[in-house]
């Protein structure tokens, strides 16, 4: 049911449970059963009914119009996040792109070029080739849970394990920065989700803390049991983020530094990606600067 059509619901509910109470309490010292013993009761009922149809039918004429301000209102909002999309999607994707081409049209256009140039020239491509990858990648996931969650396979996941694995996954980036991981996650934490996304949770928030916390810090990971899921923590003690900043984190191609960020490969999607994972699995997430420096992830997964 629409916001218009709860309102005229409830003013109609209003309208006649005052038309019931008028036709039985009226006259105290009437009997229910008994007719009305005046004229001018029936005339005042029957006011009082066309006045409630009246009332009814303008109330509802302006229901309907609401609702369709509310529908073009948010059809705009759509529309003009789908073009920010689009816009962004196409600024991402020239980047790479861009670079593929020049490398390859320069070894293409110079055959004696020599072996060490072409090599390098190679591994830039490979480079940009699979940044463009991961670039797509993330959009497919996005659109996966954006408009087709239902096909996504559900099943029991060990998220203890599988933690254990990114942990183990990125030591060597963790060591190229000097940083420690402290995984305080119980032992059998098990979830009914998507495996895919749960491991995208951990994943992004652990890329995110080695690419951008700072060297010699370190990321720690609790979890606390609920009665229908589990209540995670995940924080760092690097540098931050400016406090502007951080209601923006979750959006799509949001970048602090958009230098910086590519240079690290990231594609702009990551916390993105987190969030809608979260949502999607029943969660609520939340982030902040930690009062003793480094950003403080608070979010919960139902279906334990």
């Known amino acids: 049911m629409t916001e218009g059509h709860k309102m005229w619901m409830s003013v109609m509910v209003v309208f006649a449970a005052y038309a019931i109470i008028f036709l039985l309490f009226e006259d105290y010292d009437r009997k229910m059963s008994e007719p009305f013993g005046e004229v001018s009761d029936w005339h005042l009922l029957t006011f009082s009914l066309v ?4 009332l ?4 509802y004429h302006y229901a309907r119009r609401m609702d369709e301000r509310i529908s073009r209102e948010q059809q705009q909002r759509q529309n003009q996040m789908r073009r920010e999309l689009t816009q962004n999607i196409a600024h991402e994707l020239k980047t790479p792109v861009a670079s593929i081409l020049g490398y390859t049209d320069t070894i293409l256009d110079n055959p004696d070029i020599s072996d060490d140039t072409r090599r390098q020239f190679i591994v830039r491509t490979n480079a940009q ?5 991961a670039l797509l990648q993330d959009i497919s996931t996005l659109n996966k849970m954006d408009y087709a969650p239902e096909i996504l396979k559900m099943e029991r996941i060990d998220l203890s394990a599988m ?11 963790l060591a190229a920065k000097q940083m420690a991981f402290r995984n305080c996650l119980p032992q059998d934490i098990c979830i009914q989700g998507n495996w895919q996304l749960l491991y995208s949770i951990f994943r992004n928030l652990t890329d995110n803390a080695i690419n951008y916390a700072g060297a010699n810090t370190t990321i720690e990971l609790s979890a606390e049991q609920l009665p229908d899921g589990w209540h995670f923590t995940f924080s760092d ?8 900043h951080l209601p923006r ?14 240079n690290l490969g990231g594609t702009g999607l990551g916390l993105a990606i987190v969030k809608n994972a979260v949502v999607l699995h029943g969660g609520q997430i939340s982030v902040s600067n930690a009062a003793s420096g480094g950003l403080h992830f608070d979010f919960t997964l139902v279906g334990a």
């Open 163 to 173: 933690v254990a694995d990114i942990v183990q996954e990125s030591e060597q980036a």
């Open 249 to 262: 984190l979750f959006e799509r191609f949001y970048r602090i530094d958009k230098g910086r960020s590519r």
């Open 129 to 133: 080739a699979r940044r463009l990858s």
């Open 237 to 244: 003690n690097g540098v931050g983020v400016p406090d502007e």
């Open 56 to 59: 009814g039918w303008l109330l």
């Open 51 to 54: 006045v409630m149809a009246g």
